[in-house]
């Protein structure tokens, strides 16, 4: 479990990830309703949505919320470990929510705000060296020794590094002070790096979209959009 803009993080395992070798997508806006569908229920206290109709194949996944007209990021906490669709996002649509160290616990208030975006890990490669991946197509996780001696990992999705404007050099620096390296940061050091490259499969829905795709129905005054249980039985 992580946070892939911030933090130093545990030591990982080889990712297991389940490469998509067909042209064919896997994630779709339906794990993003789910997503919605279960944060929804937590914060009003209904009971858990049934299970969706998308596929139960194991990923690693990453779900992040955004919020506002800016998309200020609002949590992103993920796993590198192959999970079930299912219960991978219907976990980690809660921990990033209200869990991610950065940010406050969601609020009920903030739900007609959010953006969700969903990712699923795929096609993981040992990189020749820290600048053996591309900026806007790879995601990366780093390994390196802290000047503790400490083994640490970090990682940033495929969009950050695109979204953020910079190059391989700006990306891997500002991954090793999000991973705890206090150092100062030399050519040398950096060849040190061991470099993980990744793609992801990834979609996004704003809250608006999400009531769009279900009965909308007034609470207190304030427009809510119900679980879609028939969408998904």
């Given amino acids: 479990r992580m946070n892939p803009t911030s933090g130093a993080l545990s030591p990982l395992p080889r990712p297991i990830g389940t490469a998509n070798t067909t042209k064919n997508p896997v994630v779709t806006a339906e794990m993003c309703c789910y ?71 969601m609020m009920p208030e903030e739900l007609p705000k959010l953006f969700c975006s969903v990712s699923l890990l795929t096609d993981f490669e040992d990189a020749s060296d820290y600048q053996d991946w591309e900026v806007g197509v790879h995601g990366i996780r780093i390994e390196f020794i802290n000047e503790k001696g400490i083994k640490c990992t970090a990682t940033y999705l495929p969009e950050v590094a695109k979204e953020q404007d910079r190059d391989q050099i700006r990306t891997i620096d500002s991954l090793l002070r999000k991973g705890g390296f206090k150092a100062p940061i ?27 795709s279900c009965q909308h129905c007034f609470q207190n005054g304030t427009l809510h959009a119900p679980p879609l249980y028939n969408h998904y039985s």
Wanted: proline share 7%; aromatic share 14%.
């Fill in 35 to 105: 997503c919605f569908d279960v944060l929804y229920c937590h914060l009003y206290g209904c009971p858990q949505p049934r299970l969706p109709r998308f596929t139960n194949d194991p990923y690693p996944l990453f779900v992040t919320w955004k919020t506002g007209r800016d998309k200020r990021l609002r949590g992103c906490i993920g796993t590198f470990s192959a999970m079930n669709l299912h219960s991978g996002l219907r976990e980690y649509s809660l921990t990033s929510a209200l869990k991610d160290s950065r940010f406050p616990p």
């Fill in 186 to 212: 030399t050519s040398e050091f950096r060849k040190t790096i061991k470099l993980t490259r990744y793609r992801s499969e990834n979609v996004s829905l704003s809250y608006a979209e999400y009531i769009a």
